[in-house]
């Protein structure tokens, strides 16, 4: 008998009421060790060709989850007998975006939901809101639920029956006999997942899983979840923001670059298709802001920094920079590199930077674009709006362009803009648009 602790994963031989390593307080559960006691049945594994079951070509087949947005960050689909795990702050919409794309698999075949968190009656209500309450019993009649949080008892029900997605909400209410834990212990969602990803290997149908997420952002329960699902998908935002990032945090099948961008509406989550229109939504020309680009795996998309710098009036206290959208890490050294090399003097100034529409981007290619939005606030100056400003800033006060300039150019071309600012980067085409490069941020 051992005791683990939920929060930080050590081990302990004995219960205490606050953990040894990281100082939480009840957070040891009681996990029971299996001891092998007849080892005279222990068979040597059965093996084959790796081409034998697989002579159609791997992932040949993508399903289609009826969101371009979506099948975007999954690598253009589901593939046969993938396990999602999909997890989001409460409220973000995890279980109406699943509801959305249950409604499209049932045309196709009969699909499984297990509702651990919600009753038939309330799930019941959700698909009449996002149907518009125009639901018949034939559009849903492959539309199968179940109650079941026995964990056991589901996977035999997927063994059963031929469906064609599995959608499990959430995998904290599941439960095994196999563990006298409690539903959402380390122990019932390390055997649940287990359970449950097995059980779709074996009869190739995809699965989605929700995550609920603990109080650090991260998705709760046992680290090993993550590890055995085949993707890991995240949405970002708030109940008081319309808009929803989808992000890729681990994927076996595509890339984890690519972003989906969903719009929340009464009547559920809408696809946005050219997400630079959201990011770009105003037309008022002042000084504080420039246009820069930031590409998410295959996807361009232009964004609108804004920056405010206040003087200081003799005020007490450490300078405030305070930055929404980018690492303030990032905006510190960026106002030190302006201050030292760019010729703007931020050492007696509040620096204010936020990227519109609440788009969290870790590209150091929007570097260029921050700078100049601070200088144009400090100045006063009014940036050209059909500019784009992409480059990263070294601490030498040096701009260099980043990779995929081409994707760049051929999407701001398209899109009307006219003039490029960039750092020293290899210009692979010719184009219409004005290329100005700059090798040093003062040069701005």
Known sequence: MKYICSACGVESLKWSGKCSSCGQWGTLEEIEEVEIKDVKNIKPSKYKSIGEDNKGGTNSGRISTGFKE?????????????????????????????????????KKGKVLYVCGEESSSQLYSRLNRLTNNKSSSKDISNFLITEDTTVENIVELIKQDNFSLVVVDSIQSMSSIASKSYPGSISQVRISGALLTR???????????????????????????????????????????QYRILRGIKNRFGSTNEIGVLEMRGDGLKEVGNPSLLFLETDLKSSGSAISAVLQGSRVVFVEVQAL???????????????????????????????????VFLGDKDVFVNIVGGLNVNDPAIDLAVCAAIKS????????????????????????????????????????????????????????????????????
């Open 199 to 241: 059980v779709s290997k074996v009869t190739g149908i995809p699965m989605f899983i929700v995550g609920q997420i603990n109080k650090g952002g991260d998705i709760a329960g046992p680290k090993v979840l993550e590890h055995i699902v085949d993707c890991v998908l995240y949405i970002e935002g708030d109940q008081f923001n």
């Open 377 to 444: 606030s400090v100045k006063e100056t009014i940036m050209e709006n059909d500019t784009i400003y992409f480059g990263e800033v070294g601490l030498t006060g040096e701009v260099r362009g980043t990779w995929g300039f081409d994707s760049i150019v051929d999407e701001a071309k398209r899109s009307g803009y006219k003039k490029i600012i960039v750092g020293r980067a290899k210009i692979g085409k010719n184009s219409d648009l004005v290329i100005k490069k700059i090798s040093r941020v003062k040069d701005l």
């Open 309 to 343: 710098v206040v003087q200081r009036e003799g005020e007490a206290g450490p300078l405030r920079r305070v930055a929404n959208g980018i690492k303030k890490p990032r905006l510190d050294m960026l106002c030190a590199v302006m201050s030292r090399k760019g010729g």
């Open 70 to 106: 979506i099948d975007r960050v999954l690598g253009k689909g589901l593939v046969k007998g993938e396990v999602v795990l999909m997890s989001g702050e409460p409220g973000v919409g995890k279980s109406t975006l699943l509801m959305q794309i249950v409604l499209n698999f049932v």
